[in-house]
């Protein structure tokens, strides 16, 4: 009897043990495949950095407003004829987002190819694509720039500026449009209005500016106007940016929540935010992924 306890109880520890063990690679498994949880949404914006380059004795509530100087003819051409305007109408690593359609969802832009018309200096040929939840259309088409104003801004900081190299800050107008593949199911042509600040620099290329309370609200290149589907003729409301978020919340009350950390309101996740940082480059063909 001894010895069939003894055997017993050996083969209730190898049972046990087995069970542990069991369960302790379940758990493994289950902790190695387990999601995280997505962390808040953080967002990028120009504001502090417009707020660093205003001049600190000039009050928020006395700011002056900015004056333009409209360009036109040989000035105008002076600028625009050399200045290389493609490479800030470009994408480079990471689309554009905006708001698509009566209920504001997100859409996402991206220009992966833009060329100068090599006669018309005020003409850009672009190619890209758009992300609207899962659908990834082509499109091609053209930005044209169409006037073009000096800025004038008495609230900047002219030591910080002039540390910069800036030498003169501009604010151009124009329009874009972009076709969609005709072939694709629910495709249509995206027209409209661009607004696109810029500043010429002492020792660098031409490089957007964020930093001005200009028409354009420091949002780098804003593109405002409709779709409109080849099928139906039937427009939907689109506007977005370089930096959506300069102006987001005259858009959706309270979208972009806090001054320097940026959030998203939690309220318009439905709306296709809840993977604003997600490292996935739809636009790229080869499916390759990056951190953005």
């Known amino acids: ?3 069939k306890s003894k055997t017993w109880q050996t083969s ?8 542990s063990l069991f ?32 001049n600190e004795d000039i009050a928020e509530h006395e ?31 990471y689309p554009d987002y905006g708001f698509y359609g009566a209920d504001r969802y997100k859409i996402e832009m991206i220009l992966t190819k833009v060329t100068k018309d090599p006669d018309n200096p005020l003409v850009y040929h672009v190619e890209g694509k758009n992300r ?14 169409d006037s073009l ?20 800050i501009y604010t151009a107008n124009g329009s874009f449009d972009l076709k969609e593949d005709s072939l694709r199911a629910g495709s249509g042509r995206f027209t409209g209005r661009l607004k696109m600040d810029f500043a010429t ?30 099928k139906t003729n039937k427009s939907k409301p689109i506007i977005w ?11 959706l009350e309270d979208f972009a929540m806090g001054e320097r950390d940026v959030e998203i309101n939690a309220k318009y996740r439905n709306l296709g935010w809840d993977n604003y940082w997600a490292n996935e480059e739809w636009w790229n063909d080869s499916g390759k992924k990056k951190s953005l």
């Open 1 to 3: 009897m001894q010895s």
């Open 12 to 19: 209730l520890f190898v049972l046990a043990f087995a069970a």
């Open 23 to 54: 369960t302790f690679f379940q758990c493994s498994k289950k902790a190695a495949t387990k999601v995280a949880e997505p962390e808040e949404l953080k967002v990028i914006t120009h504001e502090e950095g417009a707020d660093t380059l205003r």
């Open 63 to 93: 700011m002056k407003p900015i004056s333009l100087k409209w360009l036109s003819g040989k000035a105008l051409h002076n600028v625009l004829d050399t200045a290389s305007l493609q490479n800030l109408i470009v994408n480079y690593g």
């Open 132 to 145: 609207y939840k899962k659908n990834i259309t082509n499109f091609m088409g053209t930005v044209t720039i």
């Open 149 to 168: 104003a000096r800025i004038i801004d008495p609230n900047l900081d002219t030591s910080e500026v002039g540390d910069l190299g800036v030498q003169k």
């Open 201 to 230: 620099y002492d020792k660098a290329p031409v490089e957007l500016w964020y930093f001005s309370e200009t028409p354009n609200r420091g949002s780098g290149i804003r593109y405002d106007g409709n779709w409109t589907s080849y």
């Open 241 to 251: 940016a370089k930096d959506l978020f300069r102006f987001a919340n005259d858009i």
